[in-house]
T-cell receptor, first 113, second 114 residues
């Protein structure tokens, strides 16, 4: 089955800095890569996703890049703000009814004001 | 639209008991998935239901079961509770089934097994 590794497990940055979270996956059939943000005590919420037909996608201060050859994808947050502090999860899934989404272990991002 | 709702939000049980958790998906969403979230294992897929049928099941023992009703609401049941079942149980709904559909999570049910 799919295996998703996520690094780092904890990331501490100063407000205004950039943050990068990286994930690698094992199943070359995976072609959908969502990122979720989970604030303390709240539900995970989709913040951005990318499919394998594109290499990069941006939405304001967040962007995701995908390297299918190397089987890794990254979340980039620019100009971080304290409200970006949360746990971020990556996931990978493949097409087909038998596939289930596989999540990374999560990255705790702390943005210091 | 109202979001995904889960009841109860908190539960305390003792070993050996059983528990039933409920999930109401977003109106119009017909697929419901369940996840277990723990600090050590992260988010792990339990099962997915669509049209009252279980489509996929994760690597969990048979003590974990679920069902879906005709109105797409879903329940999951854990029998013979163990200490290790203490976790946040999240359900997520999507318009269609499949791992590549955007999933919308509920607030979760936090289960503590003593």
């Amino acid at each position: 089955g799919e295996n998703v590794e996520q690094h780092p497990s904890t990331l501490s940055v100063q407000e205004g800095d950039s943050a990068v979270i990286k994930c690698t996956y094992s199943d070359s059939a995976s072609n959908y890569f969502p990122w979720y943000k989970q604030e303390l005590g709240k539900r995970p919420q989709l913040i951005i996703d990318i499919r394998s037909n594109v290499g990069e996608k941006k939405d304001q201060r967040i962007a995701v890049t995908l390297n299918k050859t190397a089987k890794h994808f990254s979340l980039h947050i620019t100009e971080t703000q304290p409200e970006d502090s949360a746990v971020y999860f990556c996931a990978a899934s493949a097409p087909g009814g038998s596939y289930i989404p596989t999540f990374g272990r999560g990255t705790s991002l702390i943005v210091h004001p | 639209k109202a979001g995904v709702t889960q009841t109860p939000r908190y539960l305390i049980k003792t070993r050996g008991q059983q528990v039933t958790l409920s999930c109401s998906p977003i109106s119009g969403h017909r697929s419901v998935s369940w996840y277990q979230q723990t600090p050590g294992q992260g988010l792990q897929f339990l099962f997915e239901y669509f049209s009252e049928t279980q489509r996929n099941k994760g690597n969990f023992p048979g003590r974990f079961s679920g069902r879906q009703f005709s109105n797409s609401r879903s329940e999951m049941n854990v029998s013979t509770l163990e200490l290790g079942d203490s976790a946040l149980y999240l359900c997520a709904s999507s318009v269609r089934p499949g791992a590549q559909e955007t999933q919308y999570f509920g607030p979760g049910t936090r289960l503590l097994v003593l």
